[in-house]
């Protein structure tokens, strides 16, 4: 069964840092667009961060994050970061990485149907 594992989250406070993994289980993201979203309780799930696998083009960021998050990838370890500074309160959520079989480009980085989707980890932010 296809997996997808994040790790890396906790409780930090604000301004803290944090970096989220998420590899990949019988699976391999070549072609694919990896993305990060998050939800909060009450909250629709939305994306974050997006890159695409196979290339060097520039990542996606919501302009929530933008400056402070930063999504890369390891071609050696199979696994994508989202590296979070200077967090804040409202950056508290849960956090998934998802995978689809597709490009990033034209915004479907933030897309909610991604074909693949990690169970979460919590990342809580206090103030």
């Known amino acids: 069964q296809v997996q997808l594992m994040e790790s890396g989250g906790g409780s930090v406070q604000a301004g803290g840092s944090l970096r989220l993994s998420c590899a990949a289980s019988r699976y391999t993201f070549d072609g694919h667009c990896i993305s990060w979203f998050r939800q909060a309780p009450g909250k629709e799930r939305e994306a974050v961060a997006g890159?695409?696998?196979?290339?060097?083009?520039?990542?996606y960021y919501a302009d929530s994050v933008k400056g402070r998050f930063t999504i890369s990838r390891d071609y050696g370890k199979g696994t994508v970061y989202l590296q979070m500074d200077s967090l804040k309160p409202e950056d508290t959520a849960m956090y998934y990485c998802?995978?689809?079989?597709?490009?990033?480009?034209?915004?479907?980085?933030?897309?909610?149907?991604?074909?693949?989707w990690g169970q979460g980890t919590q990342v809580t932010v206090s103030s």
């Open positions: 890159i695409y696998w196979n290339d060097f083009t520039v990542p």
């Open positions: 998802a995978a689809d079989p597709s490009g990033c480009a034209g915004g479907t980085w933030r897309r909610i149907d991604f074909k693949i």
